[in-house]
């Protein structure tokens, strides 16, 4: 499985769990320490942590990949999952306006997926 393969498998899981405004990211152009970004959205805490949940079950079972950290479990207004090719963000709405990743990564394409 390719690092797109991933990115795109890890945002159809998020969609999964209704996560909103999914996101992805090439990386590759601009930085050397994973190939794709994927920025989603959940509704309040419990959902971010249901989409991470998901995610993380999904990537186990179908491919056997484990992410190497994950933080912001506990408070779940921002979890971030390292799949080294791949990092995943999990965001509340809140959040993600404070941080504005798509912002500070603005010059860099994002890749089509299907939507489910």
Same mark, same amino acid.
């Given at each position: 499985?390719?690092?797109?393969?991933?990115a795109r498998?890890?945002?159809?899981?998020a969609?999964?769990? #209704?996560?909103?405004d999914? &996101?992805?990211?090439d990386?590759r152009?601009?930085?050397?320490?994973? $190939? !794709? %970004?994927v920025l989603c959205?959940?509704?309040?805490p419990r959902?971010?942590a249901a989409?991470?949940?998901?995610?993380s079950?999904?990537?186990?079972?179908?491919t056997? #990949?484990?992410?190497?950290? &994950?933080?912001?479990?506990r408070?779940?207004?921002?979890?971030v999952? $390292? !799949? %080294?090719d791949?990092?995943?963000?999990?965001?509340?709405p809140?959040?993600r306006?404070?941080?504005?990743?798509?912002?500070?990564?603005?010059?860099?394409?994002?890749?089509?997926?299907a939507t489910?």
């Open positions: 499985m390719t690092s797109l393969d991933q498998r890890i945002a159809g899981l969609q999964e769990k #209704l996560a909103q999914v &996101v992805i990211l990386m152009p601009v930085c050397s320490y994973t $190939d !794709y %970004l959205t959940g509704q309040n959902q971010t989409i991470y949940d998901e995610v079950r999904g990537m186990k079972h179908e056997r #990949l484990l992410p190497s950290s &994950v933080d912001g479990q408070e779940a207004s921002w979890i999952a $390292d !799949y %080294l791949v990092v995943l963000h999990v965001f509340t809140e959040a306006g404070y941080y504005r990743l798509e912002e500070l990564w603005g010059d860099v394409p994002s890749v089509e997926f489910a």
